[in-house]
């Protein structure tokens, strides 16, 4: 399949016309799916492929394009994190074309990624419990100190720095990049070195979240930013070496 001049309205208008010769839009739906695989452009590829596995399109060239369509599109679902949709396309593809040289492939993707969605979950509900643990202890330590006259900041401190830390080492971006946010917000540029460190620490996680979530603009923002305040700190983690990863001219 050519790389060049790939003019997807134009075989999106082909596909969607009726008129056509079922083969000619077999083809052009084979050149939509490849296209978008070859361009590393799973969101586009995950709408298109999507509405081919719909069509009943004859084969070409050997190929089907509703059962590829299937394929691809479990396959750009996981690369966007849509995981808990994976296992519901596996069935819908399966039931479909139960006798396809893919199912194997599809049954088994769809039963690991059954199998991380369940994972997932219990690290989220053993994160919330953890966090919850947390802010009743350092409530009760708040309020000890405020009973002595002492200064609370400290614990406001920890508390915003284990609630960025602890999804960031379990790798639940959507979690990790809103919390080490807040925590960046409030927090940085930090006035000790141990303050600093964390800081330091909490952008290198909102960067490789934000990747992880494929926000790849504010990632590159973000690191812009990070070397910008801290320059030597910035050398000092993976930020840069992480963004160097995103595809040129990868779709968000």
């Not at 599109?73 to 593809?93: D, I, Q, R, S, Y």
């Not at 609370?152 to 508390?159: F, H």
């Not at 934000?210 to 983690?237: H, I, M, N, S």
Request: aromatic share 6%; glycine share 4%.
């Amino acid at each position: 399949m050519p790389t060049h001049d790939f003019q997807e309205a134009e075989l999106r208008a082909l596909l969607d016309d009726p008129h056509q010769p079922a083969e000619e839009r077999s083809a052009v739906a084979l050149e939509l799916i490849d296209g978008y695989l070859i361009r590393s452009r799973p969101r586009s590829l995950a709408r298109e492929a999507e509405r081919i596995f719909r069509m009943d399109l004859p084969r070409y060239l050997g190929r089907l394009p509703a059962e590829q369509a299937g394929w691809q599109w479990m396959n750009a679902l996981g690369t966007l994190g849509h995981h808990a949709k994976v296992p519901e396309v596996g069935e819908a593809f399966l039931r479909r074309f139960p006798d396809s040289p893919l199912a194997p492939a599809v049954d088994s993707l769809a039963r690991s990624t059954a199998m991380r969605v369940a994972s997932e979950q219990r690290e989220r509900r053993e994160l919330e419990d953890s966090l919850r643990e947390l802010d009743e202890k350092l409530a009760k330590e708040r309020a000890r100190l405020e009973s002595r006259g002492e200064p609370t900041t400290r614990v406001s401190w920890e508390l915003a720095r284990e609630r960025c830390d602890r999804p960031a080492h379990e790798r639940l971006h959507d979690v990790s990049v809103v919390m080490c946010r807040s925590f960046l917000d409030a927090w940085a540029p930090g006035e000790t070195r141990e303050e600093r460190l964390a800081v330091r620490k909490a952008r290198e996680a909102e960067i490789i979240a934000l990747v992880g979530l494929r926000r790849y603009t504010e990632a590159r923002e973000r690191l812009a930013a990070f070397r910008a305040a801290d320059p030597e700190g910035e050398r000092q983690t993976i930020a840069s070496a992480i963004v160097a990863t995103i595809p040129s001219g990868a779709e968000e």
